[in-house]
């Protein structure tokens, strides 16, 4: 009798695929903060520019070329991940928007970036179902936001760039132009930024990794070591998310850390004294610099700008939905309101900070619905979902990390306009779906 052939790739070149596409998905998500490296003119060109001209990040094609691999041994997996019709339609909706939009070219390539991030985030959304991969990411995210904390506290102690432009750090010494600063001495107090564009973005990306080492802690708490380590890394981490001054991060995360403390400890009963460590360095360091903290919460104060310039913006925004509800198009919210706001400051003429308004302005009403639609379902999957032991704590962290992005996009636009804060939503969004079953029936 003739032995039956079969199409599938043989054991062993398969398990080289996963390999090499595994290893890919951890190298993208360690280069994250590095998006702008080998680009000219990333975010230093400044607010007038920065928004209206065609880029593309060498880092794409490392995610195109990692989704190629990943599809020849996993072609029929990411089918069954049917919670993301919503965004793929809404993707359809920003790719026709190219033949109404004022700057055809722009809303072309930002289609490509969304599309982009939208294939590394189906990739990692089935990839994480696997514990020892899940381990693996969440290691590297928590590395990446210790190495980008150490940075962020050297350039708040020096008040001043470190001078690694060639890997991504923006200027920032004297004179402060367009630098993110704190009312306090003559200058002012530079907010800790890291090797990204803006302290909020540095926010975004310690957020998750802080979250993640609380539920570590809880699960070491037998190891006096691990304890020590992992408090360390807390405080670190910690410190440097205190030092971004970023006012919606701090009400945040503290929420969502204090409900994900309680879910754990009510799971487990167990106290991870390695919690004292990051508390008493955020408390130690909060008095260290009081006078900042408190003209930072000022919203009264003449050189907070950002709350005032926000209304502005919300403004203009609904100005653009209410005379275009279809749109104006991929990425083209900065070029129109050039042309309809000229009365406004560059600053004012950002993308506007929330994100509601700006997938609204810039897709449409029927976009802008569709992807509500998919994270509400998101949402609600994950509060439904009936899961014990560790599979209860992760559905909990996935929850208190989305709902802490999404609570940031609320005041500001970088998840959708900077492709690290593009990249970040898209491995946050793939966390919370791999926690859903659907992410798990898959073909091996």
Not at 21 to 40: D, E, F, H, R, T
Not at 53 to 78: G, H, N, Q, T
Not at 286 to 294: F, H
Not at 297 to 320: C, D, F, L, M
Request: net charge positive; charged share 10%; glycine share 6%.
């Amino acid at each position: 009798m003739p032995q039956k052939t079969t199409n599938k790739p043989p054991q062993r070149i398969y398990g080289r695929l996963r390999t090499l596409v595994q290893a890919g998905l951890l190298a993208i998500v360690a280069l994250l903060p590095l998006a702008y490296v080998g680009v000219k003119n990333g975010y230093i060109e400044g607010y007038s520019t920065i928004y209206t001209v065609p880029k593309f990040y060498p880092l794409e094609a490392l995610i195109a070329m990692v989704f190629v691999l990943w599809v020849a041994f996993r072609s029929p997996s990411w089918r069954n991940l049917k919670v993301f019709w919503p965004v793929f339609a809404a993707l359809g909706i920003s790719l026709l928007s190219v033949t109404w939009a004022l700057v055809p070219n722009l809303a072309v390539v930002i289609t490509s970036h969304y599309l982009i991030a939208l294939l590394l985030c189906v990739m990692l959304a089935t990839e994480l179902t696997k514990p020892v991969f899940l381990k693996r990411i969440m290691a590297v995210l928590v590395g990446v936001a210790a190495f980008e904390s150490v940075w962020a506290i050297a350039q708040y102690l020096v008040q001043r760039d470190l001078g690694l432009q060639a890997i991504g750090e923006n200027i920032l010494r004297p004179p402060f132009e367009q630098i993110a600063l704190v009312p306090g001495g003559a200058d002012g107090v530079l907010r800790a930024y890291g090797s990204l564009p803006h302290p909020n973005v540095l926010s975004a990306l310690l957020a998750p990794a802080l979250l993640i080492l609380i539920w570590a802690l809880w699960r070491t708490v037998q190891s006096p070591i691990r304890q020590w380590g992992l408090g360390a890394l807390s405080a670190l981490i910690g410190v440097a998310l205190l030092l971004t001054f970023s006012r919606t991060a701090w009400v945040t995360v503290a929420i969502a850390a204090g409900a994900l403390i309680i879910t754990l400890w009510r799971t487990s009963k167990k106290q991870p004294w390695g919690l004292v460590i990051p508390l008493v360095a955020v408390v130690i360091v909060s008095i260290l610099i009081l006078k900042p903290i408190e003209n930072r919460a000022n919203p009264e104060n003449a050189v907070q700008v950002g709350v005032g310039h926000r209304t502005v913006q919300y403004e203009a925004a609904s100005q653009i939905i209410g005379q275009q509800p279809w749109g104006v198009g991929a990425g083209n919210y900065s070029p129109v309101i050039d042309e309809l706001r000229p009365d406004l400051t560059p600053y004012q003429r950002q993308p506007v900070h929330n994100l509601l308004l700006l997938v609204t302005a810039e897709l449409g009403v029927i976009a802008a619905g569709l992807l509500v639609w998919f994270l509400g379902d998101l949402i609600w999957r994950l509060v439904r979902l009936k899961a014990s032991g560790e599979s209860f704590q992760l559905k909990w962290l996935a929850f208190w990390m989305l709902i802490t992005a999404l609570a940031m996009g609320l005041t500001d636009h970088f998840f959708l306009t900077l492709p690290h804060g593009l990249w970040l939503l898209a491995v946050i969004v793939a966390f919370a779906v791999s926690r859903l079953p659907i992410a798990s029936k898959r073909r091996p």
